[in-house]
């Protein structure tokens, strides 16, 4: 199932953005089961993780990320959603979010942060 990701935009050092990621074609009940988790990749480099969120709230980040970037979810409504504030130039990137684990991508949201 490819999850779509938005909220991406243009936004100067130190700014912040909220990325949201909806995923309407699960179903509740499987939805709740997944750890749905954020990647990036980077112009040149390799998609990577930036954190995840299991259904009950636990979060995990990257280091670059932690004390900047926030995962929480709306099992509710089926949606993950990552806050980013202090962003750094280092930080621009396409976001995606996907089930843990799952290799079939849906289209990212582009994050471009200029100095």
């Known amino acids: 199932v490819q999850l779509q990701a938005s909220g991406g935009g243009l936004v100067r050092a130190g700014g912040s953005l909220r990325l949201s990621c909806a995923a309407p074609r699960l179903i509740f009940s499987t939805y709740v089961q997944y750890v749905m988790a954020w990647y990036r990749q980077a112009p040149g480099k390799q998609r990577e993780l930036v954190g995840s969120i299991t259904s009950g709230g636990t979060t995990t980040l990257v280091d670059s990320a932690k004390g900047r970037f926030t995962i929480s979810r709306d099992n509710s409504k089926k949606k993950v959603f990552l806050q980013m504030n202090d962003l750094k130039v280092e930080d621009t990137a396409v976001y995606y979010c996907?089930?843990?684990?799952?290799?079939?991508w849906g289209k990212g949201t582009q994050v471009t942060v200029s100095s």
């Open positions: 996907n089930i843990e684990g799952s290799n079939d």
